[in-house]
C-alpha cells in the first residue's frame, strides 16, 4: 500500500511539474551545447563551490535525466526553487532553451552501453537503513538511487554529499527569499528527518557509484 500510495503521488507531482512547459517541445544536444555559457562557469569544473548562499559544491548534471534538468529549470525559472544565481539563469531561458540544455546535459560524458548494477554494493548500515525505509526513497529514486520511477525525478547516487544535504534542507525551508523549495511531496518526505539525519542519508547517496560527472569544458582543462 505504501508503495502505490507512493507511485500515485509520483505521477500527480509529475503532471503538476511538467503542466505549464510547452507541449511538443523536443530538445536539441547540438544546439544546446552553444546555450550552457552560464552553465559551464560553474557545472563545467570540478569541485567548484557556490558561496551564496551557502557554500558547497555546485551539482554534477552531466548524466542527469532530461526531464528532471527540465523540471528544475523550470522551477527555477517560476520561482519555486529559490537560489538567487540560478533563478536569474532560468529567468530569461525559453522552453526551447531549457530542452536543449536539458538534451545536452543528459548525454554529456554519457558512455554509450554503459549500465549500472540493479543495487549499490555498498549496503547501508542499520541506521541508515532506518532512515530510506522511513522515507520509502528507493520506491521513488530506485534500488540503486539512478532510476528514478519517474523521469522528472532526479538520478542520486554519487552526487556531491554537501549538495544533497543543502537541497533536502531546502524543501525543509519556509519565507526565505533565498532558499527553499516548492515540492509539496519532498518538503512533507525531508521534514521527517532533522538535519543530522539528513546528512546521514546524503552521505550515503553520495558514496554509492552513480552515473553523474562533470565533464570540463575544454577551456577549463
Same mark, same amino acid.
Given at each position: 500500500?505504501?508503495?502505490?500510495?507512493?507511485? #500515485?503521488?509520483?505521477?500527480?507531482?509529475?503532471?503538476?511539474?511538467?503542466?505549464?512547459?510547452?507541449?511538443? #517541445?523536443?530538445?536539441?544536444?547540438?544546439?544546446?551545447?552553444?546555450?550552457?555559457?552560464?552553465?559551464?562557469?560553474?557545472?563545467?569544473?570540478?569541485?567548484?563551490?557556490?558561496?551564496?548562499?551557502?557554500?558547497?559544491?555546485?551539482?554534477?548534471?552531466?548524466?542527469?535525466?532530461?526531464?528532471?534538468?527540465?523540471?528544475?529549470?523550470? %522551477?527555477?525559472?517560476?520561482?519555486?526553487?529559490?537560489?538567487?544565481?540560478?533563478?536569474?539563469?532560468?529567468?530569461?531561458?525559453?522552453?526551447?532553451? #531549457?530542452?536543449?540544455?536539458?538534451?545536452?546535459?543528459?548525454?554529456?560524458?554519457?558512455?554509450?552501453?554503459? %549500465?549500472?548494477?540493479?543495487?549499490?554494493?555498498?549496503?547501508?548500515?542499520?541506521?541508515?537503513?532506518?532512515?530510506?525505509? =522511513?522515507?520509502?526513497?528507493?520506491?521513488?529514486?530506485?534500488?540503486?538511487?539512478?532510476?528514478?520511477?519517474?523521469?522528472?525525478?532526479?538520478?542520486?547516487?554519487?552526487?556531491?554529499?554537501?549538495?544533497?544535504?543543502?537541497?533536502? =534542507?531546502?524543501? =525543509?525551508?519556509?519565507?526565505?527569499?533565498?532558499?527553499?523549495?516548492?515540492?509539496? #511531496?519532498?518538503?512533507?518526505?525531508?521534514?521527517?528527518?532533522?538535519?543530522?539525519?539528513?546528512?546521514?542519508?546524503?552521505?550515503?547517496?553520495?558514496?554509492?557509484?552513480? %552515473?553523474?560527472?562533470?565533464?570540463?569544458?575544454?577551456?577549463?582543462?
Amino acid at each position: 500500500m505504501n508503495k502505490l500510495f507512493t507511485t #500515485i503521488f509520483a505521477v500527480a507531482v509529475s503532471f503538476a511539474t511538467t503542466s505549464g512547459f510547452a507541449q511538443g #517541445i523536443t530538445g536539441d544536444a547540438k544546439a544546446g551545447a552553444t546555450k550552457n555559457t552560464m552553465c559551464m562557469g560553474c557545472h563545467g569544473i570540478k569541485g567548484y563551490q557556490t558561496t551564496f548562499p551557502e557554500v558547497y559544491k555546485v551539482p554534477m548534471i552531466s548524466g542527469q535525466g532530461a526531464k528532471y534538468i527540465m523540471a528544475a529549470l523550470s %522551477e527555477y525559472r517560476k520561482g519555486e526553487r529559490k537560489h538567487p544565481t540560478m533563478r536569474g539563469i532560468a529567468g530569461p531561458l525559453t522552453d526551447q532553451d #531549457i530542452a536543449d540544455l536539458a538534451a545536452y546535459y543528459s548525454t554529456n560524458g554519457v558512455v554509450p552501453g554503459a %549500465e549500472l548494477p540493479a543495487k549499490p554494493a555498498r549496503e547501508p548500515g542499520a541506521e541508515v537503513q532506518a532512515l530510506l525505509n =522511513k522515507a520509502n526513497c528507493t520506491s521513488c529514486h530506485g534500488a540503486n538511487f539512478s532510476s528514478p520511477i519517474d523521469p522528472t525525478y532526479p538520478k542520486l547516487a554519487g552526487q556531491h554529499a554537501d549538495y544533497l544535504f543543502v537541497a533536502l =534542507k531546502a524543501y =525543509k525551508t519556509d519565507g526565505n527569499p533565498m532558499v527553499g523549495r516548492g515540492n509539496p #511531496i519532498m518538503g512533507g518526505m525531508a521534514r521527517q528527518f532533522t538535519n543530522a539525519e539528513l546528512k546521514l542519508l546524503a552521505n550515503y547517496v553520495s558514496s554509492l557509484q552513480g %552515473e553523474l560527472k562533470v565533464v570540463p569544458e575544454s577551456r577549463f582543462r
